[in-house]
């Protein structure tokens, strides 16, 4: 009698653990997708290669962990590169996933959640802009 109202909890409990966990990795790259265009970013000699070469470094990212967007937006903020040489200056990116729940929670779940992270990248200081 008790197993027949455990089970059942047990399950719910489970299914919400698998779903929390998939939304946590789903953030997480976002975010590292973020980082990872901000880095590409930095390392480029112009604002223009720079923009190209850090949405590519955040598709990419997205894509070899997986991660299936509805729409994605990339942007890669390149004003840093306006700056003197020997002035800090650093690079922004920001990755915006709409995510269908049914790829995070529950297969057929309708419904998506916005994620959006950003990332920072130091260009350095004493090279050539």
């Known amino acids: 009698m008790e ?3 455990l089970v059942p909890a ?6 919400l653990l698998v779903a929390g966990g998939r939304l946590w990795f789903a953030r997480t790259t976002v975010a590292e997708a973020a980082q990872t265009g901000a880095r590409a970013a930095s390392l480029a000699r112009s604002p223009r290669v720079a ?3 850090g949405r ?4 990419a990212s997205l894509a070899t962990a997986g991660l299936r967007c509805g ?6 903020r390149t004003a840093a ?3 003197p040489v020997g002035t800090p200056a650093t690079v922004t990116s ?3 996933c709409r995510v269908p729940l049914g790829d995070v929670a529950l297969p057929g779940l ?3 959640i916005a994620l959006t992270a950003t990332g920072a990248a130091a260009l350095d200081t004493y090279r050539s802009r």
């Open 110 to 112: 309708p419904g998506s």
């Open 81 to 83: 590169f306006g700056v």
């Open 71 to 76: 729409t994605t937006s990339v942007q890669i």
């Open 56 to 59: 590519d470094a955040a598709e």
């Open 94 to 96: 920001r990755v915006d």
């Open 51 to 53: 923009a190209s070469d």
């Open 3 to 5: 197993l027949t109202l």
């Open 10 to 15: 047990l399950v719910l409990v489970l299914g």
